[in-house]
Every structure is written in C-alpha cells, then in structure tokens.
C-alpha cells in the first residue's frame, strides 16, 4: 500500500510568513509524528498524537508551532511568522501502534527554508 | 546534552567487507534501539532494533549488538555492498508506559560509502 506522503515537498517562506505543511500517514496507523531535521543533524522530535489525541507537544520550539489532526489520519504542522531558524526538513512517521519499538514509517519530508 | 551521540559522522569500507557503525547513548531509560537508513531527499527507513532484553539481533547481513553496561551499540553490515552507502541513523525509544513512550531519540547519522 502507500507509503506515508508529505506537502509539499519544497516550501520558500518569507520572514513573518505563516506556513502549513501537511502529512498524510498510512492508512490505519493509530500513532503519527512530526520530527526536525536541521543540517547535519538526527531527526528531533517534535510532537505525537495518537488518533486525534495529541499526547506529546514536548519537542515543539515554541508557540509559533502548532499541530493537529482532527480527525485522527491527516495531519497538519503550522509555523506561524516564520524564522530564518525554523528552516529545516520536517518529518512525518507514523506506526501502527503505540508499542515499544514500534516502528515508525517515516514520510519524505518537507524542507523548509525561510529567507 | 546529546542523549543518542554517533561519533563517527562518516565510514568507508571496501565491498564485501564489514562495516561497523557504532552509537553510544547516556539515558538509562531507553529500553529500545533502532537503527534507519536514510538515502537522499528521502525519509529514514527502518532497518532492524533490539530491545533492551538481549544483546544480539540478526537479520541477514545486518546484526545489531547491544552491551546496555557500557550503555553502547554498534551494527555490523557483512558482506558490504554499494547499495549500503546511505546516511545510518542509531535512534532509542522508552518503554511504553513511560510518558514519553512513542517518540525516539536520534543520534546525528553516520554516512557509510561502500566503495566497489
């Protein structure tokens, strides 16, 4: 079946901009996650919901980031006025289950870059 | 402070010969390890984990070693081929009745290029 898909594949945001980038996991997968990459660096975690419920915003860098999936599949990661420290690939994985080691099937992520 | 750290950022190895990509964690509640690999302009791929019980895991040509003592792990690719080169990622998780049970913690990748 499908793989997790990620839009769009590209974003070039101006300072201040307010971006949405949106995730569609597989089809059944109960738990969904968005993660971080910067250059150079392991993916860091951002938030986890588990169908609608987000359980985890821990990772999120502050109040300008805002996730949801209101229905329990598609999710959406908004940044609000943009920063040039923002700019990085945004990852969505989601698994099957909530178990230990479960594993995450991630997306082809979003980069971002804000000028 | 780093929690997952791979010290190597990047390996080279001949084909057919082993590859040792290594990764030390310092957070004595992780209680499982994955390790993904990562082609470009793609998203990580799950390869093998182990869970904190054992000390082995095999798959094939990749076998994941755990010494949870020295709170270090290593994956050895034999033989090695071209298609191996990608950026590996050592990631661990919690156990899932922890709060934080779900999300996993990335060490920063090391780049393996197989050379033929």
């Known amino acids: 079946g499908a793989g997790v898909s990620q839009s769009p594949r590209y974003k070039v945001a101006k300072r201040g901009q307010d971006v949405a980038l949106r995730c569609d996991p597989i089809s059944g997968h109960v738990s969904l996650f968005w993660y971080q990459q910067a250059l150079g660096q392991g993916p860091e975690f951002l938030t986890y919901?588990?169908?609608?419920?987000?359980?985890?915003k821990s990772g999120l860098p502050s109040d300008r980031f805002f996730a949801e999936r209101p229905e329990g599949s598609v999710s959406t990661l908004k940044i609000q006025r943009t920063q040039q420290e923002d700019s990085a690939v945004y990852l969505c994985?989601?698994?099957?289950?909530?178990?230990?080691?479960?594993?995450?099937?991630f997306g082809p992520g979003t980069r971002l870059l804000v000028l | 402070d780093q929690q997952v750290k791979q010290n190597s950022p990047s390996l080279s190895v001949q084909e057919g010969r082993i590859s040792i990509l290594n990764c030390d964690y310092t957070n004595s509640m992780f209680d499982y390890f994955l390790w993904y690999k990562k082609y470009p302009a793609e998203g990580p791929t799950f390869l093998i984990s182990?869970?904190?019980?054992?000390d082995k895991n095999e798959d094939g040509r990749f076998t994941v070693f755990l010494n949870k003592s020295a709170k270090h792990l290593s994956l050895h690719i034999v033989p090695s081929q071209p298609g191996d080169s990608a950026v590996y990622f050592c990631?661990?998780?919690?156990?899932?009745?922890?709060?934080?049970?779900?999300?996993?913690?990335f060490g920063d990748g090391t780049t393996l290029t197989v050379k033929p």
């Open positions: 990631a661990a998780s919690s156990n899932i009745y922890n709060t934080n049970a779900g999300k996993s913690t």
């Open positions: 919901f588990q169908n609608e419920a987000q359980l985890d």
């Open positions: 182990i869970s904190s019980i054992k």
């Open positions: 994985a989601s698994s099957y289950q909530r178990a230990p080691g479960e594993t995450q099937y």
